[in-house]
């Protein structure tokens, strides 16, 4: 049985698919790559299998999870699974945390709602998740709020939050977009670590193929709410079978020749 | 243009409604009510809804519905001219803080918050302690401390507008100050004084009718709403439906105006609408 | 040291509006065409009695040194006596605030205990019937007048149903506390219904924002459910802006009071003003609105207070 196999599933608000029938599965400690433009229908991808999309998606097909349904789901039930079997980083750190909780009690979070923890048995757990992602100093970060740390430190406390339960299945959505370039080195590295360790599979959005090919060995083309192409980084990159994989392979040399590898090469 | 502002805005189009039938009552007072609202009539004293009288009579039988047509006068006068001090004095206020000099900003912001400690009717209750309760002092009180909110709302709103690029980028290629309040800042301006006028004058109407109830607003023998309402306070006991009337008329104003304010902010605010919808 | 810094900086700002407040309220009230001296003689008064009394009560000497005497007075808690009773002016303000206190105090609790459910609730369901109704319903309490308010709800209580005194408060006021509270339960409700649907109105657009929040999404994605995360995440949020409307809502509120205590017969401060307004009783005017404005300016001090408790943010800007 696979970890996560997802048929025909379809997203749309009113008339407009937003994803367009697609399928594709991912084995116990695989990594699978989604890549595409904005509106490609990659983030709504991950939504529908966090069961965080908005009420107004109207959404057909089958994510199967561990062999459960997910489709369907009560808000009650799918809410077992995230933070627990699956975890999500997101794009934007600046905003991602709740700016009037302290980081403590938001990384211990996910670890009192699953796993019965006390505050006091989670806050320890969080302080060793500070230091797991590599945060310095990490008494002081577990008191601090939000607006007290660094964009990168911020998306690190993410991945903590993320991973609190040791989830299955980690995705991440662009969460290194919104860092400076050095920055989201460090942070790719660490996740490439972190999920090598866990032994969690992995599903990585992005809409920039350099990043992905740090990150997975396959990656699954999308354009508007279709997955284009189904292939390994290596052959994507040498024979891209797709006229839009093309392009954003194009996209990705200019970029790389235009700032002289600093941000591309990874 | 206006149909398509209309389109599904329901907030619009009630408000609308409310906003029209308020205009008709004024209209009518002019050129017909059913009696002389001054009209007294012992015989009809407390009269129920009949075909004499369709909101039925007061203690003195004048005539309610009358009473209510031509108290709209003086609810819409005082609302207008309130209204009309508010927007002069708090726009004005408003852009004026909003391009002054950073060290003198703060203390007119100061003056603004102060003044907005004193709502219309605490205003209005210290002029009418000077001067004696009139129209004037009620108009007066409930203009100058709208024009305290209007303001606060116009000196934010400019603010942002200042603080966007393309008035930067004016100012970088020599706009002078006056140009950029006239091609930049009002044009800008003009959804957020529509919203602005209209919750002014739910606020005005609303404030008109407590000093009258309080005894602080119109003098009698002139019929309003709100002493209307004061009136019968005295009679529950004997005729609760006499409580009903003005208090419908009062509700229809202030709630039309306040959803014309919401729709026309939905108008003007896309993402809104999208959101509501 | 940060939290010292903003707690002094707010407490400045407190003690520098009371003054400036009431040096207006002073001047607007001296701006009366004749005097102190006139309104209480009359205008028969001969001129030499008018002299007498303006000596008396020190109306010879300039505005400034008036209003200075005024105030040295009113901060040692003596704000004169009445020129028609006689009447220690701050007794009686006291005497009347065991009324208005309360009546104020329980409506704002009674308010905000509405309006925070009601609005996460309108907000959760707002594109639902339920939801938009909820909504709609704010929107009449917005624009029902207060008065009519208390009118409608005495109508129903005490003329239909029976079940509560329709105004007044007993003459030995708290010390017969059932009583007391019967008389209050209209009252606070009425105030209470007004304020509460202002309120909610920013409480659901306060969660509406919540929930659009990335934080929200995060917090949902550690496996909480909507309402769970709304528990968690939203209150806390949602009450921030309810709490700073309120501090801003606090002189309408008291105005408001005073409307409702004409409506209910309720022997505090509201009504005492308007007699006293009537009977054109200057100095005891100035010293009610000194202090139901000192009370306004007061709220909102502890309303930043709170909000910088509740928000890191407030503290360090």
Redesign the interface.
Known sequence: MSLLEVNNLTISFGNKKVVDSISFTLEKGSRIGLIGESGSGKSMTSLAI?G?LP??ATVSGSILFEGQELIGLS??DH??????RI??V?Q?PL???????RIGKQIA??LM??KGASLKEGLEKALQLCTMVGLPDPDRVLRA?P?QLSGGQRQRI?LA??L??DPALLIADEPTTALDVTVQREVLNLINTLVDEEGSSLIFVTHDLPVVSAMTENVAVMQLGKIVENASVASLFHEPAHEYSRRLISAARLAEDAFSGKGGAL | MIRKAMKGNVSLIAGSIMVSITFILLALSFIWTPHDPLEVNPEDSFAGISSKHFLGADKLGRDILSQIIVGSRVTLFVAALAVSIAMSLGVSAGIIIAIAKRKYQSPMVYAVNIALAFPAALLAIILAAVYGASTITAVTAIGLATAAAVAQVTRRTAHGILASDYVLAAHASGASTWRIIRKHVMPNLRASLLIQASAAVSVSVLAESSLSYLGLGTPPPAPSWGRMLAGSQQYLFVNPLLAIWPGIAIVIVVLGFNLVGDGVREVFDPTLRRSDS | MNVLKFGARRLLLFISSLIVSSALVFSLLRLLPGDLAQAKLGIQASPEALANLRHEMGLDKSLVAQYWTWLSHALRGDLGVSFLSGADITSEIAQKATVTVPLVIMASILAVLISIPLGMYAALRYRKMDGVATSAMSQFGIAIPTFWTGLLISTLFAVVWQVLPAGGFPEVGWSEPANAFKSMALPVFTLALGQGAVLMRFARSATIDTLQQDYFRTARATGLTRVQALRIHGVRNALIPVISVLGMQMATLIVEAIIVENVFALPGIGQMLLQDVNNRDLLKVQGIIAVTTSIVFFVSFLVDLVLGFLDPRVRQS
């Open positions: 966090m965080l009420d107004t808000d009650r809410s077992r699974l995230r933070g627990n975890g999500m997101f934007e905003t991602a945390l709740n700016p009037l909780m979070g996910p709602v699953h709020y607006h993410g939050i993320a609190a339960c």
